[in-house]
């Protein structure tokens, strides 16, 4: 070997997907250019946006590569084209980074050197606080409580005590952000499009398992995220700031995946639980009088029942 040989590390994708949101996406690429992980690549997954902020970025970051949809594919579909693209350039690892967020310098290097020591883990994610108050956890280990068909986060609005400062297995992973390994992607195939958001982490996290590989969550790699980017308007309308379609998704999707991973066993206890749960979200927006979400979350019920991802 010769002596100027650089033995470089695991060569990492970072997929982020941009719809109209140049100056997040582009605070979010200045935060990756000082990590100090020697061996990534910025994916900017241009998602159809009008306002030619994906050209935008490239312009100001020519070392990005950027790739273009001529339609709003969701995050499900904005991100297949990332894994796409690492896939055929035999990148190593992938990563799925929600445009707003913020990284601290180190953060990859403690991802990528557990994942090289710990071959059984196919996919890990970072500790991550919100931004607006970065001493407040915005995700500390996501879990499912399969006797209740309920997949949620733990430590959301909560200072991180010694437990959210260990390292530990998950059940599943969060989609801000998703480090696996590529070899792992060809086996699972990647986020079911027809999901376009919600519960596409879940998703995938569950086939990674079933392949027999655990998930991490690992306290060093911090990250700090915006939260509600893609899924609030700026003004309060009758509805209130989020779009009905986003109720809709997310209680279809969340159907979909109850169907798929709850256990024959758990089925009449997750059924009542989540009768009672949708209930109570029927009625909230009913005594609201927000008419267009309860219409939302009814046929979310109905589809999410009668179809599948």
């Not at 990492?12 to 061996?39: E, G, M, P, R």
């Not at 109850?258 to 949708?278: D, E, G, Q, S």
Request: proline share 3%; charged share 15%; hydrophobic share 40%.
């Amino acid at each position: 070997m010769n002596q100027d040989t650089v033995l470089l590390p695991p060569s990492v994708a970072i997929i982020l997907v941009n719809w109209n949101s140049f100056q997040v996406t582009n605070d979010c690429i200045d935060s990756l250019k000082k990590i100090h992980y020697n061996n990534y690549t910025i994916i900017v997954v241009d998602n159809g946006s009008k306002d030619q902020s994906g050209q935008q970025l490239k312009q100001l970051h020519p070392d990005i590569v950027l790739l273009e949809s001529s339609t709003n594919l969701g995050f499900t579909g904005g991100n297949n084209l990332g894994f796409e693209y690492s896939l055929q350039q035999h990148f190593e690892y992938s990563m799925m980074l929600n445009n707003d967020t913020f990284v601290e310098p180190d953060f990859l290097d403690h991802l990528i050197t557990y994942m090289i020591a710990h071959n059984t883990v196919g996919a890990i994610q970072p500790r991550i606080h919100f931004h607006h108050n970065r001493n407040i956890l915005w995700n500390g280990g996501s879990y499912h409580a399969k006797w209740i068909g309920h997949f949620y986060t733990k430590g959301i609005f909560k200072k991180p005590t010694a437990t959210y400062l260990q390292l530990k297995k998950t059940d599943w992973i969060t989609g801000c952000a998703f480090l696996v390994r590529n070899s792992i992607l060809k086996q699972t195939g990647l986020l079911a499009t027809k999901m376009f958001i919600y519960s596409e982490d879940v998703d995938l996290s569950m086939r990674i398992r079933a392949l027999g590989y655990t998930l991490v969550y690992h306290p060093d790699a911090l990250i700090y995220h915006i939260a509600g980017m893609s899924n609030k308007s700026k003004t309060k309308g009758k509805e209130g700031y989020v779009n009905p379609i986003v109720h809709y998704l997310n209680q279809r999707n969340r159907i979909w995946v109850l169907k798929k991973y709850t256990p024959w066993y758990c089925v009449p206890t997750a059924f009542m639980f989540n009768i009672f749960y949708v209930s109570l979200i029927i009625g909230y927006f009913a005594t609201r009088g927000r008419f267009s979400k309860m219409k939302a979350v009814l046929k979310a019920v109905k589809d999410g029942c009668l179809d599948s991802m």
